[in-house]
Protein backbone atom coordinates (compact mmCIF):
# COMPACT_ATOMS: atom_id res chain seq x y z
CA UNK A 1 0.00 0.00 0.00
CA UNK A 2 3.01 2.56 1.08
CA UNK A 3 4.14 2.95 -2.48
CA UNK A 4 0.99 3.51 -3.89
CA UNK A 5 0.56 6.69 -1.71
CA UNK A 6 0.99 10.62 -3.11
CA UNK A 7 2.10 12.82 -0.95
CA UNK A 8 -0.05 15.92 -2.03
CA UNK A 9 -3.34 16.27 -3.96
CA UNK A 10 -5.36 18.74 -5.44
CA UNK A 11 -8.62 18.32 -6.39
CA UNK A 12 -11.55 20.61 -7.79
CA UNK A 13 -14.93 19.49 -6.71
CA UNK A 14 -18.13 21.36 -8.27
CA UNK A 15 -21.47 22.69 -7.41
CA UNK A 16 -24.46 21.44 -9.10
CA UNK A 17 -27.87 22.55 -10.89
CA UNK A 18 -30.92 20.68 -11.06
CA UNK A 19 -32.53 21.02 -14.70
CA UNK A 20 -35.81 19.01 -12.71
CA UNK A 21 -36.69 16.80 -10.60
CA UNK A 22 -36.87 18.41 -7.23
CA UNK A 23 -37.68 16.53 -3.63
CA UNK A 24 -37.23 13.48 -5.96
CA UNK A 25 -34.64 12.28 -4.83
CA UNK A 26 -35.40 10.85 -1.31
CA UNK A 27 -38.81 9.49 -2.60
CA UNK A 28 -36.34 7.05 -4.77
CA UNK A 29 -37.41 9.22 -7.69
CA UNK A 30 -35.94 10.56 -11.05
CA UNK A 31 -34.06 14.11 -11.28
CA UNK A 32 -31.69 15.59 -13.77
CA UNK A 33 -28.87 17.20 -12.39
CA UNK A 34 -25.24 18.49 -13.71
CA UNK A 35 -21.81 19.73 -12.04
CA UNK A 36 -21.55 23.41 -12.93
CA UNK A 37 -17.82 24.98 -13.70
CA UNK A 38 -17.78 26.43 -10.29
CA UNK A 39 -15.89 24.36 -7.83
CA UNK A 40 -14.19 24.22 -4.52
CA UNK A 41 -10.54 23.70 -4.65
CA UNK A 42 -8.39 21.28 -1.73
CA UNK A 43 -4.86 21.19 -1.65
CA UNK A 44 -4.23 17.98 0.54
CA UNK A 45 -1.38 17.05 1.98
CA UNK A 46 0.15 13.88 4.16
CA UNK A 47 1.48 15.59 7.52
CA UNK A 48 3.29 12.00 8.79
CA UNK A 49 1.17 12.23 11.71
CA UNK A 50 -1.35 9.27 12.55
CA UNK A 51 -4.49 11.48 13.39
CA UNK A 52 -3.56 15.33 13.07
CA UNK A 53 -5.77 17.16 10.93
CA UNK A 54 -5.84 20.67 9.64
CA UNK A 55 -8.28 21.84 7.33
CA UNK A 56 -8.09 25.84 6.56
CA UNK A 57 -10.09 27.54 4.27
CA UNK A 58 -8.79 30.76 2.04
CA UNK A 59 -11.50 32.69 1.49
CA UNK A 60 -12.91 32.63 5.16
CA UNK A 61 -10.31 32.35 7.16
CA UNK A 62 -11.26 29.38 8.70
CA UNK A 63 -9.91 27.01 10.18
CA UNK A 64 -10.20 23.28 11.83
CA UNK A 65 -7.75 20.61 14.26
CA UNK A 66 -9.27 17.56 13.80
CA UNK A 67 -7.93 14.72 16.34
CA UNK A 68 -9.12 11.59 13.97
CA UNK A 69 -9.38 9.35 17.25
CA UNK A 70 -11.90 11.99 18.68
CA UNK A 71 -14.00 12.96 16.03
CA UNK A 72 -17.49 14.61 17.42
CA UNK A 73 -19.99 16.50 16.14
CA UNK A 74 -19.31 20.49 16.71
CA UNK A 75 -22.00 23.60 16.98
CA UNK A 76 -20.23 25.62 14.28
CA UNK A 77 -22.30 24.03 10.94
CA UNK A 78 -19.66 24.39 8.49
CA UNK A 79 -17.41 22.31 10.59
CA UNK A 80 -20.14 19.43 10.70
CA UNK A 81 -19.76 18.59 7.01
CA UNK A 82 -15.82 18.16 7.25
CA UNK A 83 -16.40 16.30 10.44
CA UNK A 84 -19.06 14.11 9.01
CA UNK A 85 -16.79 12.79 6.25
CA UNK A 86 -14.06 12.24 8.33
CA UNK A 87 -16.21 10.11 10.60
CA UNK A 88 -17.63 8.53 8.00
CA UNK A 89 -13.79 7.78 5.87
CA UNK A 90 -12.38 6.83 9.27
CA UNK A 91 -14.74 4.35 10.43
CA UNK A 92 -14.60 2.47 7.07
CA UNK A 93 -10.39 2.36 7.22
CA UNK A 94 -8.08 2.73 9.24
CA UNK A 95 -5.69 3.89 6.45
CA UNK A 96 -6.60 7.69 6.76
CA UNK A 97 -3.65 9.32 8.86
CA UNK A 98 -3.02 12.94 9.52
CA UNK A 99 -2.96 15.52 6.84
CA UNK A 100 -3.39 19.03 6.01
CA UNK A 101 -6.07 20.57 3.61
CA UNK A 102 -6.71 24.34 2.30
CA UNK A 103 -9.71 25.13 0.67
CA UNK A 104 -10.33 27.55 -1.48
CA UNK A 105 -13.94 28.18 -3.13
CA UNK A 106 -15.51 30.23 -6.09
CA UNK A 107 -19.25 28.59 -5.26
CA UNK A 108 -21.59 30.75 -3.72
CA UNK A 109 -22.56 29.32 -0.41
CA UNK A 110 -26.40 29.33 0.17
CA UNK A 111 -27.47 29.78 -3.33
CA UNK A 112 -28.96 26.05 -4.12
CA UNK A 113 -25.87 25.07 -6.08
CA UNK A 114 -24.80 22.47 -2.96
CA UNK A 115 -21.57 23.81 -1.89
CA UNK A 116 -22.29 21.51 0.99
CA UNK A 117 -22.08 18.04 -1.61
CA UNK A 118 -18.97 19.58 -2.70
CA UNK A 119 -17.35 20.62 0.29
CA UNK A 120 -18.15 16.73 1.17
CA UNK A 121 -17.07 14.95 -1.67
CA UNK A 122 -14.19 16.53 -2.76
CA UNK A 123 -12.49 16.21 0.90
CA UNK A 124 -13.67 12.26 0.40
CA UNK A 125 -12.50 12.41 -3.33
CA UNK A 126 -9.12 13.71 -2.17
CA UNK A 127 -8.74 11.92 1.06
CA UNK A 128 -9.27 8.62 -1.06
CA UNK A 129 -6.75 9.58 -3.78
CA UNK A 130 -3.62 10.90 -0.84
CA UNK A 131 -4.62 7.70 0.98
CA UNK A 132 -4.84 5.37 -1.62
CA UNK A 133 -8.11 4.45 0.22
CA UNK A 134 -9.71 2.05 -2.45
CA UNK A 135 -13.07 3.74 -2.28
CA UNK A 136 -15.05 3.84 -5.34
CA UNK A 137 -16.80 7.08 -6.81
CA UNK A 138 -20.60 5.40 -5.91
CA UNK A 139 -18.86 4.72 -1.97
CA UNK A 140 -18.01 8.36 -1.68
CA UNK A 141 -21.36 9.36 -2.76
CA UNK A 142 -22.66 7.70 -0.32
CA UNK A 143 -20.47 8.16 2.44
CA UNK A 144 -20.73 11.77 1.55
CA UNK A 145 -24.76 11.68 2.04
CA UNK A 146 -24.31 9.94 5.23
CA UNK A 147 -22.18 12.07 6.23
CA UNK A 148 -24.88 15.13 5.81
CA UNK A 149 -27.47 12.94 7.46
CA UNK A 150 -25.38 11.87 10.69
CA UNK A 151 -23.23 14.98 11.61
CA UNK A 152 -25.28 18.18 9.79
CA UNK A 153 -28.82 16.58 10.49
CA UNK A 154 -30.49 17.17 6.94
CA UNK A 155 -31.75 13.86 5.63
CA UNK A 156 -31.17 14.90 2.13
CA UNK A 157 -31.02 12.87 -0.66
CA UNK A 158 -28.50 11.01 -3.55
CA UNK A 159 -28.97 14.23 -6.05
CA UNK A 160 -26.17 16.33 -5.32
CA UNK A 161 -23.63 14.22 -4.10
CA UNK A 162 -24.10 12.25 -6.96
CA UNK A 163 -23.73 15.26 -9.48
CA UNK A 164 -20.81 16.45 -7.72
CA UNK A 165 -19.27 13.88 -8.23
CA UNK A 166 -20.56 12.07 -11.28
CA UNK A 167 -21.00 14.54 -13.88
CA UNK A 168 -20.01 14.95 -17.50
CA UNK A 169 -19.14 18.03 -19.35
CA UNK A 170 -22.03 19.71 -21.71
CA UNK A 171 -24.27 16.56 -20.48
CA UNK A 172 -26.97 16.19 -17.51
CA UNK A 173 -27.60 12.80 -16.05
CA UNK A 174 -31.02 11.10 -15.65
CA UNK A 175 -30.69 9.37 -12.28
CA UNK A 176 -33.08 6.72 -10.76
CA UNK A 177 -32.58 7.43 -7.02
CA UNK A 178 -34.23 4.12 -6.35
CA UNK A 179 -31.40 1.79 -7.92
CA UNK A 180 -29.44 4.54 -9.03
CA UNK A 181 -29.20 3.83 -12.61
CA UNK A 182 -28.37 7.01 -14.70
CA UNK A 183 -27.56 7.92 -18.06
CA UNK A 184 -25.87 10.77 -19.70
CA UNK A 185 -28.22 13.08 -21.60
CA UNK A 186 -26.45 15.40 -23.88
CA UNK A 187 -27.47 19.29 -23.00
CA UNK A 188 -28.42 21.17 -26.32
CA UNK A 189 -30.35 24.01 -25.76
CA UNK A 190 -28.58 26.69 -28.17
CA UNK A 191 -29.28 29.76 -28.46
CA UNK A 192 -30.94 29.36 -25.37
CA UNK A 193 -28.63 28.88 -22.20
CA UNK A 194 -29.12 28.78 -18.58
CA UNK A 195 -29.06 31.78 -16.13
CA UNK A 196 -29.02 31.47 -12.19
CA UNK A 197 -30.88 34.03 -10.48
CA UNK A 198 -29.83 34.08 -6.90
CA UNK A 199 -32.34 36.00 -4.70
CA UNK A 200 -29.92 36.10 -1.56
CA UNK A 201 -32.16 35.37 0.80
CA UNK A 202 -31.76 32.13 2.66
CA UNK A 203 -34.61 31.27 5.13
CA UNK A 204 -33.79 29.94 8.20
CA UNK A 205 -36.62 27.03 8.27
CA UNK A 206 -34.59 25.51 4.98
CA UNK A 207 -32.88 22.31 7.06
CA UNK A 208 -36.24 21.42 9.91
CA UNK A 209 -38.90 22.49 6.96
CA UNK A 210 -36.87 20.43 4.43
CA UNK A 211 -36.91 17.21 6.35
CA UNK A 212 -40.64 17.67 7.73
CA UNK A 213 -41.05 17.36 3.85
CA UNK A 214 -39.66 13.97 3.96
CA UNK A 215 -41.50 12.54 6.96
CA UNK A 216 -44.43 13.93 5.27
CA UNK A 217 -43.76 11.76 2.36
CA UNK A 218 -43.68 8.97 4.59
CA UNK A 219 -46.52 9.50 6.23
CA UNK A 220 -48.12 9.69 2.80
CA UNK A 221 -46.73 6.48 1.79
CA UNK A 222 -47.53 4.48 4.90
CA UNK A 223 -51.07 5.39 4.41
CA UNK A 224 -51.00 4.13 0.43
CA UNK A 225 -49.52 1.01 1.65
CA UNK A 226 -52.52 -0.09 3.92
CA UNK A 227 -54.25 0.28 0.43
CA UNK A 228 -51.69 -0.86 -1.81
CA UNK A 229 -49.04 -3.39 0.34
CA UNK A 230 -46.82 -3.18 -3.18
CA UNK A 231 -45.97 0.47 -2.83
CA UNK A 232 -42.53 1.10 -1.27
CA UNK A 233 -42.12 4.71 -2.02
CA UNK A 234 -43.74 7.47 -3.94
CA UNK A 235 -42.11 6.01 -7.02
CA UNK A 236 -44.42 3.35 -6.70
CA UNK A 237 -47.42 5.24 -6.63
CA UNK A 238 -49.31 7.00 -9.85
CA UNK A 239 -51.92 9.97 -9.74
CA UNK A 240 -54.68 6.95 -9.33
CA UNK A 241 -53.38 5.51 -6.30
CA UNK A 242 -52.72 8.74 -4.83
CA UNK A 243 -56.35 10.06 -5.09
CA UNK A 244 -58.00 6.59 -3.93
CA UNK A 245 -56.40 7.55 -0.83
CA UNK A 246 -57.24 11.13 -0.68
CA UNK A 247 -59.47 10.71 2.09
CA UNK A 248 -57.19 9.13 4.17
CA UNK A 249 -54.97 12.04 4.04
CA UNK A 250 -54.70 15.17 5.88
CA UNK A 251 -54.60 17.37 3.01
CA UNK A 252 -50.70 18.66 3.46
CA UNK A 253 -49.94 15.08 3.19
CA UNK A 254 -51.75 14.47 -0.13
CA UNK A 255 -50.36 17.94 -1.97
CA UNK A 256 -47.00 16.56 -1.42
CA UNK A 257 -47.39 13.14 -2.58
CA UNK A 258 -49.22 14.69 -5.84
CA UNK A 259 -46.51 16.76 -6.21
CA UNK A 260 -43.91 13.63 -6.12
CA UNK A 261 -45.67 11.72 -8.69
CA UNK A 262 -46.25 14.63 -11.03
CA UNK A 263 -42.72 15.58 -10.71
CA UNK A 264 -41.68 12.11 -11.66
CA UNK A 265 -43.66 12.33 -14.86
CA UNK A 266 -42.20 15.82 -15.67
CA UNK A 267 -38.63 14.47 -15.38
CA UNK A 268 -38.87 11.97 -17.71
CA UNK A 269 -40.96 14.63 -20.38
CA UNK A 270 -37.71 16.65 -19.75
CA UNK A 271 -35.70 13.92 -21.67
CA UNK A 272 -37.81 13.50 -24.24
CA UNK A 273 -38.24 17.43 -24.83
CA UNK A 274 -34.54 17.74 -24.51
CA UNK A 275 -34.30 14.93 -27.01
CA UNK A 276 -36.27 16.46 -29.28
CA UNK A 277 -34.75 19.50 -29.06
CA UNK A 278 -38.07 20.88 -27.56
CA UNK A 279 -36.86 23.71 -25.56
CA UNK A 280 -40.88 25.04 -25.22
CA UNK A 281 -41.89 22.41 -23.59
CA UNK A 282 -38.78 22.18 -21.42
CA UNK A 283 -39.48 26.06 -20.50
CA UNK A 284 -43.60 24.94 -19.62
CA UNK A 285 -42.15 21.91 -18.06
CA UNK A 286 -39.87 23.86 -15.41
CA UNK A 287 -42.55 26.49 -15.20
CA UNK A 288 -45.14 23.62 -13.92
CA UNK A 289 -42.91 22.70 -11.37
CA UNK A 290 -41.90 25.93 -9.67
CA UNK A 291 -45.90 25.59 -9.24
CA UNK A 292 -46.16 22.38 -7.94
CA UNK A 293 -42.74 23.56 -5.85
CA UNK A 294 -44.68 26.79 -4.33
CA UNK A 295 -48.65 25.96 -3.76
CA UNK A 296 -48.36 21.76 -2.98
CA UNK A 297 -44.80 21.42 -1.85
CA UNK A 298 -44.73 24.54 -0.34
CA UNK A 299 -40.58 25.53 -0.29
CA UNK A 300 -40.89 28.73 -2.31
CA UNK A 301 -41.15 31.82 -0.92
CA UNK A 302 -41.99 35.67 -1.67
CA UNK A 303 -38.46 36.78 -3.45
CA UNK A 304 -38.76 33.61 -5.90
CA UNK A 305 -42.29 33.71 -6.67
CA UNK A 306 -41.50 37.22 -7.80
CA UNK A 307 -38.40 36.00 -10.02
CA UNK A 308 -40.32 33.42 -11.35
CA UNK A 309 -43.85 35.45 -11.99
CA UNK A 310 -41.50 38.19 -14.19
CA UNK A 311 -40.17 35.86 -16.03
CA UNK A 312 -43.60 34.46 -17.10
CA UNK A 313 -44.07 38.54 -18.67
CA UNK A 314 -40.89 38.08 -20.80
CA UNK A 315 -41.43 36.10 -24.00
CA UNK A 316 -37.39 35.22 -24.45
CA UNK A 317 -37.74 33.27 -20.54
CA UNK A 318 -39.00 29.82 -21.78
CA UNK A 319 -39.01 28.79 -18.30
CA UNK A 320 -38.31 29.59 -14.75
CA UNK A 321 -38.54 28.13 -11.11
CA UNK A 322 -36.70 27.67 -7.82
CA UNK A 323 -34.08 25.27 -7.72
CA UNK A 324 -32.77 23.09 -4.73
CA UNK A 325 -34.48 22.57 -1.48
CA UNK A 326 -36.38 26.02 -1.49
CA UNK A 327 -36.55 28.67 0.83
CA UNK A 328 -34.67 30.87 -1.33
CA UNK A 329 -31.19 30.34 -2.77
CA UNK A 330 -31.40 30.43 -6.83
CA UNK A 331 -34.18 30.15 -9.61
CA UNK A 332 -32.85 28.14 -12.83
CA UNK A 333 -34.13 29.90 -15.96
CA UNK A 334 -34.22 28.88 -19.88
CA UNK A 335 -33.38 32.54 -21.48
CA UNK A 336 -33.19 32.84 -24.97
CA UNK A 337 -29.08 34.15 -25.07
CA UNK A 338 -29.91 37.38 -27.36
CA UNK A 339 -32.32 38.23 -24.63
CA UNK A 340 -30.20 37.30 -21.43
CA UNK A 341 -28.67 40.74 -20.47
CA UNK A 342 -31.20 42.95 -20.90
CA UNK A 343 -33.14 40.39 -18.99
CA UNK A 344 -30.93 40.19 -16.09
CA UNK A 345 -31.00 44.05 -16.31
CA UNK A 346 -34.51 44.55 -15.95
CA UNK A 347 -35.26 41.86 -13.17
CA UNK A 348 -32.54 42.94 -11.22
CA UNK A 349 -33.98 46.67 -10.91
CA UNK A 350 -37.42 44.73 -9.98
CA UNK A 351 -36.04 42.78 -7.35
CA UNK A 352 -34.06 45.23 -5.87
CA UNK A 353 -37.27 48.05 -6.00
CA UNK A 354 -39.59 45.23 -4.61
CA UNK A 355 -36.93 44.14 -1.63
CA UNK A 356 -34.46 46.12 -1.56
CA UNK A 357 -31.81 42.64 -2.01
CA UNK A 358 -29.53 42.58 -5.30
CA UNK A 359 -29.75 40.00 -7.48
CA UNK A 360 -26.96 38.30 -8.35
CA UNK A 361 -26.38 35.88 -11.51
CA UNK A 362 -24.34 33.27 -13.19
CA UNK A 363 -24.79 31.12 -15.91
CA UNK A 364 -24.77 27.11 -15.68
CA UNK A 365 -22.77 25.27 -18.33
CA UNK A 366 -23.07 21.74 -17.52
CA UNK A 367 -19.58 20.52 -16.38
CA UNK A 368 -17.47 17.71 -15.49
CA UNK A 369 -17.46 16.18 -11.96
CA UNK A 370 -14.97 16.08 -9.18
CA UNK A 371 -11.53 15.99 -10.73
CA UNK A 372 -7.69 15.30 -9.88
CA UNK A 373 -6.49 18.34 -10.82
CA UNK A 374 -2.32 17.51 -9.81
CA UNK A 375 -0.85 15.11 -7.67
CA UNK A 376 2.69 14.83 -6.28
CA UNK A 377 4.48 11.52 -4.78
C1 LIG B 1 -31.36 19.55 -1.52
C2 LIG B 1 -30.99 18.11 -1.15
C3 LIG B 1 -31.18 17.16 -2.31
C4 LIG B 1 -32.56 17.32 -2.94
C5 LIG B 1 -32.88 18.79 -3.17
C6 LIG B 1 -34.30 19.00 -3.63
O1 LIG B 1 -30.47 20.07 -2.46
O2 LIG B 1 -29.64 18.05 -0.70
O3 LIG B 1 -30.95 15.84 -1.91
O4 LIG B 1 -33.54 16.70 -2.17
O5 LIG B 1 -32.67 19.59 -2.02
O6 LIG B 1 -34.50 18.40 -4.86
Known amino acids: MADKLVGKVIIDSPGRINIIGEHTDYNLGYVLPTAIDKRIRFTLERNNTDTHCEIRSKGYEKALVVDLKHIAPSHVQWENYILGV ?17 IESNLPVGAGVSSS ?3 ECGLAFGL ?24 VGTKCGIMDQFASV ?5 HV ?3 DCRNMEYRYVPFEIAPYKLVLLNSNVSHSLASSEYNTRRKECEEGVAILQKKY ?27 RC ?6 NTRVLDAVEALKKGDLEKLGALMYQTHEGLRA ?32 GGCTINLVHEDSADLFIQSISEAYKKEFNINLSYFEGHPSAGTTLVEFKA
Open 86 to 102: LYEIYSRSKELKGFHCA
Open 117 to 119: AAL
Open 173 to 175: ILL
Open 128 to 151: NELFALGLSKHEIVELSRDAEHNY
Open 258 to 263: NYVVQE
Open 229 to 255: PSVASLRDANPKIIEACKTSMNPKVFN
Open 166 to 170: MSKKD
Open 296 to 327: LYEVSCRELDFLVDFSKNIPEVLGSRVMGGGF
